[in-house]
T-cell receptor
C-alpha cells in the first residue's frame, strides 16, 4: 500500500535551536519527494523537491535529505525562527502521474521565544 | 504576481444547500486540483482536471461536483449529498507538460466551510 508517514506528529522547540523532521514512504515506483510548509489558515508552499538521484538539497535554513534505499527523507531546520512555526508536509507522487500525490499528515512545529 | 485565488475565505452552509467554492489561477497551468483537509489528516483529492472540459474523480468525490469551462477556473460545488462538508478546502494547479513534469503544485489559501 502506498503510504507516507511523518514523525513526530508535533514538536516544540526554542527559537534559535535546530530540529529534524522525518518522512518515511512506501510509494512505488518512486520519482520524487516534496516538502511543503503550511502556515495556519494558509495553503501549503513548496520548500523543496528531491528526485531519485539527489541526497541533499538546501533552501536557506532548510536542508532536505533523501535515502532512496531506506525510503526515508528528513527536513532539517537550522537556527529556527518564530516564523518557522507551521505544519511541514511530506508529499510523494504515485501511479506514474505527477499530479496524483500522497500527502503525509504533517508535523506541526511550534517555535517558542 | 501570478497565483491562485480562492474565494470566499470563509463559507457557511445550511442544511440541504449547495455551495460553490471559487478557484481562479493566472499561472497558465493546465492541471487543477481540489483537496479537502481535515484536522490530523493528510490532504485528500476530491477532483482534478488536466485540460479544459475534462475532469476526473479523486479519492473522495462523492457529494461534490466540478466544472472546467475555462483554463483559469475550476469551481467546486459542495452538494447537499455531502453529509460532512465541514473542512478546509484547497485548490491547486500545476503545469502539465513533459518538460515541467517535476514542478510542484501551487496552492491557493483555501476556503473554510462550516455548517450552520
Amino acid at each position: 500500500k502506498n503510504q507516507v508517514e511523518q514523525s513526530p506528529q508535533s514538536l516544540i522547540i526554542l527559537e534559535g535551536k535546530n530540529c529534524t523532521l522525518q518522512c518515511n514512504y512506501t510509494v512505488s515506483p518512486f520519482s520524487n519527494l516534496r516538502w511543503y510548509k503550511q502556515d495556519t489558515g494558509r495553503g501549503p508552499v513548496s520548500l523543496t523537491i528531491m528526485t531519485f538521484s539527489e541526497n541533499t538539497k538546501s533552501n536557506g535554513r532548510y536542508t532536505a535529505t533523501l535515502d532512496a534505499d531506506t525510503k526515508q527523507s528528513s527536513l532539517h531546520i537550522t537556527a529556527s525562527q518564530l516564523s518557522d512555526s507551521a505544519s511541514y508536509i511530506c508529499v510523494v507522487p504515485y501511479g506514474g502521474s505527477q499530479g496524483n500525490l500522497i500527502f503525509g499528515k504533517g508535523t506541526k512545529l511550534s517555535v517558542k521565544p | 504576481d501570478g497565483g491562485i485565488t480562492q474565494s470566499p475565505k470563509y463559507l457557511f452552509r445550511k442544511e440541504g444547500q449547495n455551495v460553490t467554492l471559487s478557484c481562479e489561477q493566472n499561472l497558465n497551468h493546465d492541471a487543477m486540483y481540489w483537496y479537502r483537509q481535515d484536522p490530523g489528516q493528510g490532504l485528500r483529492l476530491i477532483y482534478y482536471s488536466q485540460i479544459v472540459n475534462d475532469f476526473q474523480k479523486g479519492d473522495i468525490a462523492e457529494g461534490y461536483s466540478v466544472s472546467r469551462e475555462k483554463k483559469e477556473s475550476f469551481p467546486l460545488t459542495v452538494t447537499s449529498a455531502q453529509k460532512n462538508p465541514t473542512a478546509f478546502y484547497l485548490c491547486a494547479s500545476r503545469p502539465d507538460n513533459r518538460v515541467r513534469r517535476n514542478q510542484p503544485q501551487h496552492f491557493g489559501d483555501g476556503t473554510r466551510l462550516s455548517i450552520l
